[in-house]
């Protein structure tokens, strides 16, 4: 068994590729890190597609409503959707968004954050301040710089599963 400093605050995200270890920051977005937990806690992002990926930039997820591989998939609606849970209000804060770091997806209102995120393949400062930071990827960044590319994808790679660390 693998040493968090947080394990109720360690993401596992099992990938096609192997194991994404994500560090959230409770202390920074605290409503945010809750519902992914809830979220993961419940099964929700189990088989979750990866609906828009794009190259240099970012790869987003979440849509537990429109992007289940198993149940529906429905690569027209997938990133339109969210969780059955109201919307989060922002959290913004100073940390950046830095390759690796998780940030929540929303539409053009700032407190339209639901249950999707998306992880940053590259520095992207030009998002600092506009959304939500809530986590750092401390291991198996390659495996989401794997992720296929697409918006969306024509076979979307998914979260295998995703489970808080404390639990494992």
Do not use: C, W
């Amino acid at each position: 068994m693998a040493e968090y400093k947080d394990p109720e605050n360690t993401i596992l995200l099992e990938l096609k590729g192997g194991t994404v270890v994500i560090e959230l920051l409770p202390d920074v977005a605290p409503k945010h890190v809750e519902r992914m937990k809830e979220l993961a806690r419940a099964g929700k992002y189990d088989n979750v597609a990866f609906h828009r990926v794009i190259d240099g930039f970012m790869a987003q997820t979440g849509d537990v409503e429109h992007a289940n591989m198993e149940n529906n998939y429905n690569p027209g609606r997938a990133g339109t959707g969210g969780s059955d849970l109201p919307d989060l209000p922002a959290e913004f804060s100073k940390v950046p968004h830095a390759r690796g770091s998780l940030g929540a997806a929303r539409s053009q209102n700032p407190n339209s954050a639901n249950s999707q995120f998306f992880i940053n393949f590259k520095d992207n400062s030009f998002l600092n301040g506009q959304y939500t930071v809530y986590g750092q990827v401390t291991s198996g960044m390659e495996h989401v710089d794997a992720i296929v590319r697409g918006e969306p994808p024509a076979n979307p790679d998914r979260m295998i599963s995703m489970k808080v660390a404390a639990d494992v």
